[in-house]
């Protein structure tokens, strides 16, 4: 992530040499600003004066033992300019119930993050990592550093995906970060089955586990709901050093088995999945057998309704659609359209046009490209009617489609030659919340355009 403040050619040039100069293993500072009694003039503004005292012993007034147990690590500190950059720290030294000490222990702050929080406090600059990031943004919100946790959660929202939404919604709750939750909440309902899959969603605490299994806005099979659930309860035994059988898994999951929809799955998914996997009772398996088949069904602690999911929504790009006796015609040939949009949706496929002649089958070969990088392709199969309507073509998942970039989407259809085909189109469509851009792409060769052609709707979440 860039730095929110730019270090000039000065400054980067005395962080050189401070890392030429301290003894990083220790704090212990070495060089000019130790050997030189006017290492001051050598830098023209109070900041990159200030920088030069970070993680420097000279002058160091307070000492820290940072990490836990095992893996600590000294960092010398100087106590005013940690108290201009922390109300925590000036109440610590400079607060009515200050007290003089010369070594402070911090056993729940990792030391990278706390030098990460150090490094903005002393020389204005922010320098966050994707492994490390989560830290510095605990360590920001205990010293109450407002400026870094705000761009600790700027660096999360846009490094957001399907594999770490679950364990960032668990942190940002934590945190109490609402705009980073609805963003995360965003990710894991349109694109709920990736994130169901990922490795950290076995990560996140029984509460978030909860909160999950509760949404009505999933956009995902009931059955991956299961699955997620069996292996959060997995991994949940090893962290409470307990034997993945299923009676412990049941044990651990406790009343938020009953927060999957189980009934809402199809009899044979039932029959193939929970009925076999152990954690349901006999009872339980019998009353639900019984819900699906019997005229008299027994009362359920599991909710039988499905999901609603997401509302997918559509932007329709021409204004009419035509057709004549000669076009419009494929052969193979690629049909493109470059987009762009003003927040982040999530594409989940494409409206295309259909036969002019009569009721077809076709055959789509559908691509989404991000510059340089396929973001996903399938081959499907859709019928047309003969009617000017559009059909909806999907992706196996949601694509996320991040702001502000143009991204390309592609079809290559094989069937009816003599389809419709749109027109008037427009650089600019407003579809609910969002606004997209169309561009023309160089990876059509069949004529679609801007103006007109095929790939006449984009279909989305947002």
């Known amino acids: 992530m860039a730095a929110e403040l730019v270090p000039s050619a000065s400054t980067q040039h005395q962080q050189q040499n401070r890392t030429n100069n301290n003894n990083t293993g220790t704090g212990t500072g070495t060089g000019t600003a130790r050997g030189c009694c006017s290492w001051q003039g050598q830098y023209p503004t109070i900041r990159e004066r200030n920088s030069v005292m970070f993680n420097n012993e000279m002058m160091a007034d307070v000492h820290f033992v940072v990490g836990p147990p095992g893996g600590t690590r000294r960092v010398p500190g100087h106590k005013y300019v940690l108290a201009v950059g922390s109300s925590v720290f000036h109440a610590m030294f400079y607060g009515d119930l200050a007290e003089d000490q010369d070594e402070i222990r911090i056993p729940d702050v990792e030391p990278p993050s706390f030098l990460a929080m150090l490094k903005y406090i002393y020389c204005d600059e922010i320098d966050l990592c994707a492994d490390t990031v989560l830290a510095t943004l605990y360590a920001a919100k205990k010293y109450i550093?407002?400026?870094?946790?705000?761009?600790?959660?700027?660096?999360?929202e846009t490094s957001l995906s399907a594999r770490n939404a679950c364990v960032l919604l668990s942190q940002s709750c934590l945190f109490e970060e609402a705009e980073l939750t609805q963003r995360c909440w965003e990710v894991v309902d349109a694109q709920a089955e990736l994130a169901l899959r990922a490795d950290g969603f076995c990560d996140i605490d029984a509460q978030t586990l909860e909160s999950i299994l509760r949404r009505e806005t999933l956009n995902a099979k009931e059955t991956a709901v299961f699955q997620a659930a069996l292996s959060w309860a997995e991994a949940e035994c090893r962290r409470r050093d307990l034997a993945p059988t299923v009676e412990n898994k049941r044990l651990v999951l406790g009343k938020a088995i009953y927060l999957i929809r189980i009934p809402a799955m199809a009899l044979e998914d039932f029959a193939d999945g929970p009925a076999q996997a152990g954690v349901l009772t006999l009872n339980e398996t019998n009353d639900v057998f019984l819900w699906f088949t019997a005229a008299n069904k027994p009362e359920l602690r599991f909710c039988s309704a499905a999901r609603k999911g997401l509302a997918p929504r559509r932007c329709h790009r021409f204004q009419s659609c035509a057709y004549r006796s000669n076009q419009w015609r494929y052969r193979g040939r690629c049909d493109s359209i470059q987009f762009a949009v003003d927040r982040r949706v999530f594409i989940a496929g494409f409206g295309l046009y259909g036969s002019s002649c009569g009721s077809a089958e076709y055959g789509a070969r559908i691509e989404?490209?991000?510059?340089?990088?396929?973001?996903a392709q399938r081959v499907v199969q859709y019928f047309s009617d003969g009617s000017s309507s559009t059909f909806a073509v999907w992706f196996e998942h949601p694509v996320q489609i991040e702001p502000d970039a143009f991204y390309t989407a592609s079809v290559v259809l094989d069937g009816n030659e003599l389809s419709y085909f749109g027109q008037e189109g427009q650089t600019e469509v407003q579809s609910g919340p969002v606004t997209f851009q169309f561009q023309c792409s160089s990876d059509s060769t069949n004529?679609?355009?801007?103006?007109?052609?095929?790939?006449?709707?984009?279909?989305f979440y947002a």
């Open 145 to 156: 550093v407002p400026h870094l946790a705000r761009a600790c959660v700027n660096f999360l």
């Open 368 to 375: 989404l490209k991000r510059p340089g990088v396929a973001a």
């Open 447 to 459: 004529g679609t355009g801007v103006q007109g052609g095929q790939i006449p709707e984009l279909i």
